[in-house]
């Protein structure tokens, strides 16, 4: 079996406007030099679960059609930075993505880790019981993905500032 690429997967699993946008963030990736690996260990490892990272440190986690029914979903990076308190972002920008700060449901996804959660600072506002992943954007639509690129955009410098 020959190892498909994020695309083809995007082609082979999306329809309409969910094709369209994971396909704009694909390209975003490559022309951003930023790597999406397919998971193949693990719980993942049967599912179309990519790890997204730049210079070998995660960026994010895309997940594309987990439960077969035209949906995908990408999660964020808990860096252990303080990158995402307050980025150089507009309001509107950060208004977008605060709608996609993942509040702790308790679905175990860490492992079922005790206080896992955190009271974090998010784009300048405070959130509390935040989930280890800190950022899903389910099915974005074409504006959170121009908010998505910036904060990716946010999240290289951090780590080129790390090295």
Excluded at 4 to 22: F, R, V
Excluded at 28 to 48: H, L, Q, S
Excluded at 114 to 133: E, L, Q, R, T, W
Aim: with cysteine; charged share 25%.
């Amino acid at each position: 079996m020959s190892k498909q690429n994020l695309t083809d997967c995007i082609k082979d699993s999306l329809i309409g406007d969910n094709q369209k946008n994971a396909l704009e963030l694909a390209t975003y990736f490559v022309t951003a030099e930023i790597i999406a690996e397919r998971e193949t260990t693990g719980y993942w490892a049967d599912k179309n679960y990519w790890n997204v990272s730049y210079q070998n440190k995660s960026v994010c986690n895309i997940a594309i059609n987990e439960n077969q029914d035209n949906s995908w979903y990408v999660t964020g990076d808990d860096s252990d930075s303080n990158w995402f308190e307050n980025p150089p972002l507009d309001e509107f920008e950060k208004e977008v993505l605060r709608k996609c700060v993942a509040i702790c449901s308790d679905c175990y996804g860490c492992g079922g880790i005790p206080n896992m959660a955190s009271n974090k600072i998010i784009f300048g506002k405070n959130f509390y019981h935040v989930c280890p992943i800190t950022l899903k954007f389910n099915n974005p639509d074409a504006k959170t993905i121009s908010c998505m690129k910036k904060i990716f955009e946010i999240r290289k410098s951090d780590i080129q500032s790390s090295r």
